[in-house]
Structure formats: C-alpha cells, structure tokens
C-alpha cells in the first residue's frame, strides 16, 4: 500500500474486550456491604466504634503507604485493599482497647502480614485476623476487657474505658462450665433476637447478626463471595454444636446460641470469604468451610479461648494451599 | 429432521457484551472490486500455497495462481480477472510473513475459469468428491483455516459417525455466519448432503446459539426434507465460547475429546457454516473458494456490514466500503474481540478465515495493566476447560514451564474467558499463548534425542 501517513494502532494479544471487573470495585463492594454493620458498631458503641474504625482505616493506608514507599514500589493504596483491611480489623476489637494499641494492631495487619509477603493477593494469613490474635497475645487484659453496648455514656464520655466491665456471652458460658456453675443468663426467644440484632458484649463489628447478613446478602448479589466457604462454615457449626446439645444438653449451648454469639457471622461472612486466603474452586471453598466449622467448635468447647473463629480461620488459612492441590477440577478431556 | 437443546451447560462460560445488533439486521452486501488484491500464499493453516504465476502474467476468475505444497495445503485462486504486478512476501493478519501476490483487477472483464460442476455427485466416489473440495482451496471458514480435505479423510481408524456444523457464532460483534445461515440456508444444506455422502454418515447437528432465531427457523426449513440423512438443530444457550469445537461436541453429543486428541477420536467431524457453503459451491457449480463474507463493524463503522467481498480486500477497502469512521480507531481486530488478531494498520489483506473486521475506539480498549492475582477464582468458573488459569500465570510468570506443563496448560484453548474476567486484569490467556509453543517445543525436542539414541 502506498498510504504513507497509515495510523499504528494498538496491537496486543487476545482477549480484546473485559468484564470491566477490578480488585478496586471488589474492594469498594466489600466496603459498601460492611456500611450496615458500621452503623450498628457506632449505634451500639457510639464514639468508641468511630475512633477504631477512624484510626484502623487510617493507620492501615498509613502503614500501607509508608510500607510501599520503603520497599520503592507504587503506593497502591487505591485498590482500596487497606481501608477493607482497617474496617475489619476495627471490627475485631472491643470498644475500649487505646488508640495506640489499635495502630499496633494496624502495622502487625499491614507491614508484617501483608507486605512483607509482597502486598495484596501474596499473604497467606488474613491480615486482620493476624492484627487481632497478635492483640489479644501481647495485651490480653485490654483485649478482653468488654463495655455492654447501649451503655449511656457511649456517646458523651471517652471515660468508661475504665467504667465497669463486663464479660461477652461465649466468656460467660465457658466459666460456667469449667466451674460447674448454672449458666447465668437464660437462653430464651427475646434473648436470641436481642443478640440477632447485636445487642450483646463483644467486638464493635460482630455483634449484629443482622447487619453483617444484609452486607453479606450484597456480596452474594455483586458475586463477590459464593455461598460456599460460608454455608459450609455456619453447617458444620449448626451440626457440630446440634450433635453436643443432642448428647448433653447440660454441658452445651444451644444451636442459635454459638450461630448468634461472637464473632462466628463476622467470620463466615467476612473473614473467612477473603479471596486470597482461601481456596480458588468450590469444592476446595467446601472443605476449608467444614474445617473452619469444625475448628471453630472444638475450639469454644474445649480450647483454652472462649471464641475460636480467628483461630479457626487462620489455621485454615494456612492449609489453603494444601487445599487448592487435592481440589484440581477436573480437566475436560482427561480420564477421571 | 428434529431440535434439540444442549445436552449439557458448559463447564465455564462467560458472557460479553455482543454488540451484534449493530450488523444482524444487515443483509449480505457485495462490494465493487477493489482495484488491487493482495493473495497472501497462506491464508489456511499448513504449508503456504506456492505461486505458479509470474509477474505479468494475466489470469481470469478462478484460475489457480499457487497451488499446495503438501497434503495439509490448500491451493489459492485468482478472485476476480486482472495482471499479476507483484509477487512479495508481507505479514498476514496472524502477524507472520508469508509469500504475497499482488493481483492488479480488471473488473469489466468478467470472463472466468470453472471447474466443471458435479451436479451428479451422488453418483460420483466419495475421493473423487474431496479432490475436487481439495481444488477448491477449500479450508476451514470459522478461524483455524484447517484444509477442509483433510478433515474429510478421516484414517481409517477413527471410525466417524457424527457431522457437527458450527453455527454458534459465539464471537461477540460477528454476524457473518448469521447471514449466512438467513440467506443460504439452501446451499448449506446441500453442503451437509454432501458432507455426509462424502463421510458416510447419517447423523448432522446443526448447532446455532438461540440469540439467531431467524438462522434457526431457516436452518429448519432447509433441512426439513433432506432425506436420508438424519439433521438435528440444536439450539444453544447464548454464551461464549459455545462455538469451540470441543466444547460444541460436548454440548451436542455429551462426548469429550480426548485431551490432545482431535474431534475424530470421538467420531466426529465439526465444520463451520461457511466452509460448507464451499463446499457445496465447489461441488455443485465447480466455483473455487476467492470470496468470503467479512463482518465489518464497530461502533465507529459508519455503516457497518455484512459484506461480501473478494480475497486479498485490505482492511482499508473494506472500512472505505462501509462509510469510514466517525471516530479515530484505536484498535483494529481481524475477527472477533475474543480471539482475533490486532492489527497495526489496514494494509493488511482478508483471508480465507477472515470472519470479521472489528474497529474499537480508544474507550473501548481494555489496557490490561496487571496487578497480583488476588485468589478470586474466577478464572477457575469460567475456564471451559475446567484448568486453574490463575496457577497456570503464575508457573509462566515464573518461568516453570515444568509446573505449567504438570497443570495442563497444552489443554487450554486459547478462548480468553480467564484473561475477560480477572479483576486484576493479568494477562492469563497471553501468558499461555507465549508459554504452550515453547512446551511444545520442548518435548518435541526430548522425543528426538530419544529416538536419537
């Protein structure tokens, strides 16, 4: 041809087109389903769950930032990875743990189990769950000193941090039974729904039932989390504890009680769904939700911890791998 | 004759935008012959085409200007009357060199050369039959240009019992098959007629994707009193890559070819609705193949089309036919946005394969700038091959062509359903691209220094 001035247009392989799909908007999404469980932390908790989920969101794109400016690499802050990461980890702490700790927790989450690994998508241990247990390992009091929610000062005193304490339903339930002691709440309808809307002692961001399963109905719909990993999760916990209340109704809660108590919804939901520590197929997604189940309540009924969901998804977290190589689909064309 | 539905949902699938309104409505239209043709000598998948011309020399409509050179070869034809004024070597729209002939057109004249036409092939042999679809240059019309003799020859072991005809058409943008399908639904009918003389076989799906009604209901009528053979029309579910051989044999017959096998090993023989349109006008009228219909769209085509239009048309022939661009393209793709090629300009020239021109504005060009696979598994739901594409990238990505070979990266299709879905847009597909011929070559390599020893 002899048309001198011909364009040069773009040459690249094929695909041509895309979804449009970004971590960003998967991140954004995350965000967005976790609103409803933020408004009931700050209801619940008042000015106490706006200071954690404040300084964990900022301190996690802090360390974020700071931790990529000193390896030389792009910031990538804006995949928005760190402010879900602060969100969570703030869900994880009871309302009155210091500011300083919660950054503590900020930089364990950020610098040492994310980008010490490399960043988003190489950490094998969820961040925040990583944060949370390195908490509650280095400062055990102020982790597990609890403020009922509702309290009346929440939203006029940063004072009752050191007002009376009280203990979360799974801690109360665990010394009775050690102890021998009756349970000393009684575990009736009115009960289950107050603790179904959140109003129970625990972390700011677990305690709603109910906002953590309108987020998580969102996720299902943007199919950013399949039913998977938290069917399984919350199947194997409605067995495993259906079986001990079955066969000894005095040593052991009742169903509802572990699906409602702690931070199991926080965790099935939210945690356990984190896209990079656990398995890439469905069937893989089904075994590490029984493990996680599993886990979970051999931990609460006969570990050390009155909760077991963080320990229960990180160690799954860490056979994930092991997972994804036994759950290869199977290859079309290839003899089964 | 009957209809069916798909057997089977794929195993992964995606669902792009089709933008196939833009051309579906728009009938086959031929277009003046250009004033210059540039014949690439390999426009079909084996050993180039070798030119019997010369420079100078003047050739009529449907002369042989190169013939094969081999048996997985087709020869080339002159489409139109003219003077050979160059004969060169120049990229083809897969981006290799290949030996050119560049054909000066005379379009008053309109004298040609025919073979004569088997209009009694029923009572012809079969070989007798395949050497004139061989004459033809006939070779595979949906992409992989494989010589259409060859399919038709089957060893006398791998027994063929099923005719599969690919109407899916799954690429989005491409509306030529369609067409097709609407307006010469006789022909490839007689096509399929012939096909299952030519193969001994009674059994035919058709296979078009519901989002073609109207290709549907005309592929009915056309085989509603074809006798002797035993035609099924089945409908399939709208979505990509539903047009794949494999896994169009899986949804029609529920068989699985073997991994590295070919359709033969499951007695079937899949065909695109073009190429079986050639072959029946090889047959019937004794027409070689110099013509096909090219899908020229995009949002920026001013009057995108169907159109008809001689081998060796440039891009630039063919966007100058249909009005021009509203707007500066950015990205040209010979085929569809799925597995077509990029081009760098619009010098380059159809082929027998060319389904489609695709014209994309800046807007619509992806930049795939990759991040860390984020273990979303995506690629896993829509691999139709059910492999993990996302350990795959990696073992490449690291240079493991061990492990990628352990993971099956040889039996990954190239469809691009992994690298469309990634929302770290990782270039999963391209990495397998770059990574398979080097596998390949490698083990090719190991079994001679075996059969060395």
């Known amino acids: 041809m002899t048309e001198a001035a011909n364009p040069i ?41 706006i200071r954690l989920m404040l300084v964990c969101v900022i301190g996690c794109v802090v360390t974020e930032a700071a931790c990529r400016k000193m390896m030389g690499r792009n910031l990538a802050i804006d995949d928005l990875s760190a402010v879900v990461t602060g969100i969570l980890l703030a869900f994880n702490l009871p309302p009155s743990l210091p500011t300083w700790q919660a950054l503590f927790g900020c930089i364990v989450a950020i610098a040492i189990a994310k980008q010490v690994f490399g960043g988003i998508g190489y950490n094998p241990f969820n961040p925040a769950l990583i944060a949370r247990v390195a908490l509650l390992v280095s400062f055990p009091a102020a982790m597990t000193r609890w403020h009922s929610p509702l309290n009346t000062a929440r939203w006029t005193s940063l004072g009752w941090i050191d007002g009376a304490t009280t203990a979360t339903p799974l801690d109360m339930v665990k010394t009775a039974i050690t102890s021998g002691d009756p349970i000393p709440f009684s575990w009736d309808g009115s009960m289950a729904m107050r603790f179904f809307v959140g109003n129970m002692d625990g972390c700011i961001g677990e305690v709603s039932a109910l906002a953590l399963l309108l987020g998580a109905a969102y996720l299902l719909w943007r199919r950013c989390i399949s039913w998977h990993i938290p069917g399984s999760y919350l199947a194997t916990v409605v067995l495993f504890a259906g079986i001990l209340r079955v066969l000894n109704p005095d040593a052991n809660m009742p169903v509802s009680f572990h699906l409602l108590a702690g931070g199991l919804m926080l965790g099935a939901l939210y945690m356990a769904t984190d896209m990079t520590t656990s398995p890439l197929s469905k069937k893989g997604q089904l075994f590490y939700g029984v493990g996680c189940g599993l886990l979970t309540m051999v931990i609460r009924r006969w570990g050390a911890y009155p909760e077991g969901v963080s320990f229960a998804i990180l160690l799954m977290n860490a056979v994930t791998p092991l997972i994804n190589q036994f759950t290869q689909p199977g290859i079309y064309g290839h003899k089964k | 004759m009957r209809v069916t539905r798909a057997l089977r949902k794929l195993r992964g699938s995606i669902h792009p935008q089709y933008f196939k309104g833009l051309t579906s409505d728009c009938p086959i239209t031929e277009m003046p012959i250009p004033q210059k043709l540039y014949l690439s000598m390999s426009q079909h998948l084996g050993a180039p085409a070798k030119p019997i011309v010369a420079k100078g020399d003047v050739v009529t409509r449907g002369q042989c200007i190169a013939e094969a050179t081999g048996y997985i070869s087709v020869p080339i034809h002159a489409p139109v009357c003219g003077k050979i004024v160059d004969i060169d070597s120049a990229a083809t729209p897969a981006g290799t060199m290949a030996p050119r002939v560049v054909l000066e057109t005379d379009p008053d004249n309109t004298e040609s050369t025919t073979m004569s036409p088997l209009s009694d092939w029923q009572d012809r042999p079969q070989e007798e039959l395949i050497t004139r679809i061989s004459e033809a240059g006939v070779a595979g019309m949906g992409g992989a240009g494989f010589p259409t003799h060859v399919k038709l020859s089957p060893p006398s072991d791998k027994p063929i019992d099923t005719i599969i005809i690919n109407g899916a058409e799954c690429e989005p943008y491409l509306t030529a098959d369609h067409r097709l399908m609407i307006e010469h639904s006789k022909g490839i009918a007689d096509g399929i007629r012939m096909m299952c003389y030519i193969l001994n076989v009674k059994s035919v799906f058709v296979a078009i994707e519901e989002n073609k009604p109207e290709a549907i209901q005309a592929m009915q009528d056309a085989l509603a009193n074809a006798e002797k053979i035993d035609a099924t029309v089945c409908i399939l579910p709208t979505e990509y890559p539903q047009g794949a051989e494999k896994q169009q044999i899986a949804v029609t017959t529920g068989r699985e070819v073997p991994s590295g096998g070919l359709p033969m090993d499951v007695g079937c023989v899949v065909e695109n609705v073009g190429t079986v349109l050639a072959i029946a006008e090889a047959i ?69 394969t060319t389904s489609g021109l695709v014209l994309l504005e800046q807007s619509r060009v992806h930049i795939y700038r990759a991040l860390p696979c984020i273990g979303c598994g995506r690629c896993l739901e829509a691999c139709p091959m059910n492999l993990v594409p996302a350990a795959i990238s990696y073992a490449v990505e690291g240079g493991d062509y061990d492990r990628a070979e352990s993971l099956n990266i040889l039996d990954c299709i190239e469809c691009g359903c992994c690298a469309f879905v990634c929302p770290s847009s990782r270039p999963l597909v391209q990495h397998f691209k770059l990574a398979k011929p080097k596998i390949i070559l490698k083990s090719r390599q190991a079994a001679d220094a075996k059969g060395a020893k």
């Open chain 1, 9 to 49: 247009y773009t040459v690249s392989s094929a695909p041509h087109a895309h979804s449009g799909d970004t971590v960003r908007r998967i991140m954004l999404d995350v965000i967005i389903a976790l609103i409803p469980a933020m408004i009931a932390a700050t209801y619940f908790f008042g000015w106490h769950a």
């Open chain 2, 284 to 352: 019937e009228k004794g027409i070689p193949l110099t013509q096909r219909v090219t899908t020229v769209t995009g949002h920026i085509v001013k009057s995108p089309q169907n159109v008809l239009a001689p081998l060796g048309t440039t891009y630039a022939d063919l966007v100058s036919f249909c009005g021009g661009l509203t707007a500066e393209a950015a990205k040209v793709i010979s085929g569809g946005p799925m597995m077509g090629m990029a081009q760098p300009n619009l010098d380059v020239a159809t082929t027998k």
